[in-house]
């Protein structure tokens, strides 16, 4: 105690947290091509060009590849429906992680590899861009670009972005170094109830892709909340 005080002293403390939304390492996943939709409810814009498919990566046996093969598409996207209105829940900030690298091209075409938020009407809202012509990074807020820094072919990233709903603000992280802080998620005023989350290969000449590919494992969607405890002194 304090001054010859004896007793004992509750400290009520509050911090924050987050508890797991979703998470796959994709293991439980089947490989090969045309994968991961029709699992987990993943989903995906094409399921005949091995644009997309599971294949050993990493440290695993199983991670996602986008891109790679020839396809007709002008982009070809993957992915999984959040499921959670974080706003009416009460816990509007969202934490997303992703392991990922983005493998250059051989046959000299390069393209564009986008990890993007929708809204539940399917509308873009924002987005971080990895453009493989450049190989700069860009934050998208569903009107314009902003580069934001640069990243290496081949090597692994994790990509970290937190994503307030009420506030209409977020930030992110690559390899631990800040790409951005506290930007908009849309700059259009579009309702921003997050929707889907997941990636996209963009061609930058439709009819003509690079061979260049995004490989990504251990996706994780997590709600970010206060935590409430009692410490005994």
């Known amino acids: 105690g304090w001054n010859g005080a004896t007793g004992t002293i509750a400290l009520h403390l509050a911090f924050t947290a987050t508890s797991e939304l979703y998470f796959t390492d994709f293991e439980a996943f089947p490989a090969g091509p045309n994968q991961p939709a029709g699992r987990e409810g993943w989903l995906s814009t094409n399921h005949t060009d091995a644009a997309s ?32 209105n974080p706003v009416a829940a009460g816990t509007p900030e969202l934490q997303f992680s992703v392991d990922l690298s983005v ?25 971080i861009t990895f453009d493989n012509t450049n190989l700069r990074v860009n934050r998208y807020d569903g009107a314009t670009y902003q580069d934001v820094g640069g990243f290496t072919n081949g090597v692994r990233f994790t990509l970290v972005a937190t994503m307030n709903f009420a506030t209409n603000r977020w ?14 998620i ?10 889907d989350l997941g990636a996209a290969w963009v061609i930058t000449t439709q009819g003509s892709p690079g061979n260049n590919h ?20």
Do not use: C
């Open 214 to 233: 995004l490989i990504f494992d251990n996706y994780r969607l997590a709600k970010k909340h206060l935590d409430k405890g009692r410490a005994m002194l």
């Open 103 to 127: 493998i250059a091209s051989t046959n000299g075409r390069r393209d564009n590899f986008l990890i993007f938020l929708s809204n539940p009407q399917g509308q873009k809202l924002g987005g």
């Open 53 to 84: 498919g599971l294949f050993p990566a990493f440290s695993g046996l199983r991670s996602v590849w986008l891109g790679l093969n020839p396809t007709a598409d002008a982009s070809v996207e993957v992915w999984r429906p959040i499921g959670y």
């Open 171 to 184: 930030s992110a992280t690559l390899g631990g170094a800040s790409l951005f802080a506290n930007q908009p």
């Open 186 to 195: 849309n700059a259009l005023g579009t309702a921003i109830t997050p929707g």
